[in-house]
């Protein structure tokens, strides 16, 4: 019994990471990934848990494997799984070979394993730029530029990847420096994206405060509040000044949601507390968004731009969540009467309810 219960476990899926090494004559990838989900067929451009999939119990079964052994049927797989590997100098497609690949035990029973991968491959001599990208169904990547070299001054490449995306041309002697416009829009999209689609309980606390009044002072004051606190800490985590695990944060904000949602029920009025209590869970909320960020591995020189933009990205991310909002429903139904009884109450409820759940499931479940 106790292994079908293991077997079943829900894995939530994270970017691989690759670091890739330019020279004259070669280019080295190594790359972190979730093989299991891979050598499975599973899509990961469209789902981030393995139960969500219906390759879920072929991955199990690979899951059951001893890191060896799935190390072994990595490697056999490896002529089918390397047509998703697009390494290219130029218009020319490099022939890739698979140097190594290692599987590591899992730190837990809820958590994937990682595997390590190193992928080489021999440049022609016309000297051209090399990119890389992958199949769409292996998911995101974080690529990153080792190059160890560089002169002061000049910065390695460093970028989120989305499903089926491709890097920009990367030359063989140096790095290239992502164009500061290129590098900010990316960012950008990245702390949108954060939020929507994929910041379901941020989405759910910023409903939370606006479902509190329909008076733009409230909303406003609330909404600054927790802006100017999330951005502090997300530049401390950024910067590592402050560091505060996950397991910790994430129950303390599906709380906060459900706060949020309780006190519009029972004090729907603005009041110092409140601002204090959102400014604090908003502390919280940057902590979360830096954990995001700090996955991309930012090289300093990118440092600023990229936290700055991302800050961006988010706030238009919580500007539409608000904006949907309004057009959705207040616009339409605000000024009935009925409408804190039938709207706004049971919202509140529901919003309240599952930051409820979600505080059980991270801290217990």
Known sequence: MLTTT????????????????????????????????????????????????????????????????FAERFREDWPELSEGVRLMAGDTALDS??????????????????????????????GSDVTFGWASDYGPVILRQIAPDLPEGEEAYSAFLGP?????????VGSMQLGWVESFVDY??????????????????????????????????????????????LALAALGIVTVPVAVVEPLIA???????????????????RLAVVFGFGLLHGLGFASVLGEIGLSPGHFISSLIAFNIGVELGQLTVIAVAF???????????????????????????????????????
Do not use: C
């Open 164 to 172: 089926g995306q491709t890097s920009a041309p990367l030359p063989r």
């Open 327 to 365: 057009f959705a429903i207040a616009f339409w139904f605000g000024q009935r009467p009925w409408y804190r009884q039938r709207v706004v109450i049971p919202a509140s409820l529901a919003i309240g309810a599952m930051g409820l759940w979600w505080t059980v499931e991270r801290v217990i479940l």
């Open 97 to 126: 070979t698979l140097d190594e690949v290692g599987t590591a035990e899992a730190m837990s029973e809820d958590l994937p394993r990682e595997t390590r991968i190193v992928v080489s491959a021999a440049l022609p001599d016309d």
């Open 255 to 273: 709380l906060s949601i459900a706060y949020v949602a309780v006190e519009n029920i029972l004090r729907p009025k603005l009041s110092r507390v």
């Open 6 to 69: 293991l077997a079943a476990a829900a894995h939530e899926m994270s970017p691989a990471v690759a670091d890739i090494t330019v020279s004259e004559t070669r280019v080295e990838l190594s790359i972190i990934l979730q093989g299991e989900a891979i050598v499975a067929g599973i899509d990961l451009s469209s789902i981030t848990d393995t139960n969500n999939s219906p390759r879920a119990d072929a991955y199990d079964a690979l899951r059951d494997l001893p890191p060896d052994d």
């Open 188 to 233: 950008v999209g990245l702390g949108f994206t954060h939020i929507l689609p994929k910041g379901l309980d941020h989405i759910l606390f910023v409903l939370g405060l606006f479902f509190f009044s329909l008076q733009m002072r409230p909303l406003l004051y609330q909404v600054t509040s927790f802006t100017v606190a999330h951005t502090i800490t």
